[in-house]
């Protein structure tokens, strides 16, 4: 029973120190690093002391070497030797990380050693106070400025504190002594406190890191399935070509565009905008997307104010309680004609090919309210119709394009938008596209996207 239970105990305290003591390799290799790179400035520094008070205890003494000064020079001299082996040590590692994950003995392992022997020559002259006080600075601080593990630290430091024990005894009685040795528990017990915050940190990083690329997947993945859902092979009909650009502010859009058609006649386009950004909303467009076409084609006999007011009941039955809504224009080719039905969307603007004229199109004075899928307000959306003669244009964009902002927080607006518009009719359809974008770029200069963001350009042939 006896043998069982130091069994048990040997597991337990085995287990304990896997899994606090004993620190990843990942974790390791980057704390080494940030030790040699700590220690290339402290033993320089302390390289510097010793040469500086090793030149003044010699010029005191006309440069004689005697009884007298040996201790003190030794001391300073003990600096050098220290930032001798440890600097190369750490510039060597440094100019060659890719070495650093096979060094056993770490600089500052060594350092830890040299830096408390030379403390220990103090002790063997006087004051010795004044070195135990050095002592109890260095020991503290060391653990919280580098990675030391316990198992370097606490051994080398209570060999320190075991070694000057008697010389505290001597000169200042057992009680000092008593306290020395409950100061050595107390420091070692914070350094394994230490070093296993540490472990739990980087513990946490590595989880978070992890969630992170794990999310990162997901939103790659979703935006591959989203841009094959919304993938439009064809753009050239038989009366009227079209260009469009989408490009998401994260990975998902929750903007999304339609092209219905039969064979090479075109019957209609839509553009819409989903509230919010990321997964939920481009879920969000995958949904909505399949009620938008089937009430459209469902719907080709009725008038497209009353599709649209279907799509919204629609939309508000499917989506229950996701509080997503969405703005858009419905777009629906009757010979020449080109009617369109808008819920809170921002108008198109209209490019007259025999005026060579571009402008917005202008409210047409119904009232217009609400927009698609906001559970208990009322919506009211307004129709409009407009002939297109050959070279005629239609460009219908989303408001990522317009309140794009640059350093100083200015919107690109629907001027700027206007204006890129009429410098670039002229060119071919994709060539508009990519040059209003260039010109949307150019503005915001290095201000991430702030929306999602969708132009489309319908020309009547």
């Known amino acids: 029973m006896k043998n069982k239970s130091i069994t048990k105990l040997t597991k337990y305290l085995l287990e304990w120190i896997k899994s606090n003591l004993i620190a990843p390799r990942e974790l390791k290799i980057k704390r080494i690093k940030r030790n040699n790179h700590y220690l290339l400035f402290f033993s320089a520094a302390f390289g510097l002391f010793g040469l500086t008070f090793s030149f003044v205890t010699l010029l005191k003494n006309d440069f004689k070497f005697n009884k007298d000064i040996w201790f003190e020079f030794n001391y300073y001299a003990s600096y050098i030797f220290m930032a001798g082996i440890i600097f190369p040590w750490c510039f060597y590692l440094n100019r060659h990380p890719e070495k650093i994950a096979l060094k056993v003995i770490q600089p500052i392992h060594f350092g830890l050693i040299a830096f408390l022997t030379s403390i220990f020559l103090v002790f063997q002259h006087q004051p010795t106070l004044n070195a135990y006080i050095i002592l109890v600075c260095v020991t503290v601080l060391l653990p919280i400025a580098f990675f030391i593990e316990p198992v370097i630290y606490d051994p080398v430091v209570t060999i320190m504190l075991v070694a000057i024990s008697p010389k505290i005894h001597t000169l200042f009685g057992t009680g000092t002594m008593i306290n020395n040795f409950l100061y050595l528990i107390v420091l070692n017990i914070l350094a394994v406190n230490r070093w296993r915050s540490v472990i739990r940190d980087f513990n946490h990083e590595q989880k978070l ?253």
């Open 209 to 461: 890191e992890e969630n992170i690329k794990n999310i990162k997947n997901e939103i790659a993945l979703a935006s591959q399935v989203q841009k094959t859902f919304f993938k439009h092979n064809n753009t050239n009909f038989k009366d009227w070509a079209i260009a469009h650009y989408n490009k998401p502010m994260t990975g998902v859009s929750g903007d999304f565009f339609d092209i219905y058609s039969h064979d090479d006649e075109l019957e209609g386009i839509g553009i819409f905008d989903v509230s919010g950004h990321g997964i939920a909303s481009g879920l969000v467009t995958m949904l909505v997307k399949n009620i938008i076409n089937n009430e459209f084609q469902e719907g080709k006999k009725d008038d497209l104010l009353i599709v649209l007011e279907r799509i919204n009941q629609s939309v508000l039955e499917e989506k229950g309680d996701v509080e997503n809504y969405l703005t858009g224009i419905l777009v629906r080719i009757d010979g020449d004609k080109v009617n369109f039905v808008t819920a809170a969307h921002s108008l198109p603007i209209l490019y007259r090919a025999m005026e060579d004229k571009v402008s917005y199109i202008e409210p047409n004075g119904q009232k217009s309210y609400g927009a698609i899928g906001m559970k208990n307000v009322p919506s009211k959306f307004a129709e409009y119709s407009i002939t297109m003669n050959k070279g005629d244009e239609l460009i219908f964009f989303t408001d990522g394009i317009t309140d794009a902002t640059n350093e100083v927080n200015n919107s690109f607006g629907k001027e700027r938008l206007l204006k890129s518009a009429m410098r670039n009719v002229i060119r071919p359809l994709s060539t508009q596209i990519d040059c209003i974008i260039s010109d949307v770029k150019t503005f915001s200069a290095n201000v991430p996207q702030n929306d999602d963001i969708t132009l489309i350009i319908l020309e009547k042939k």
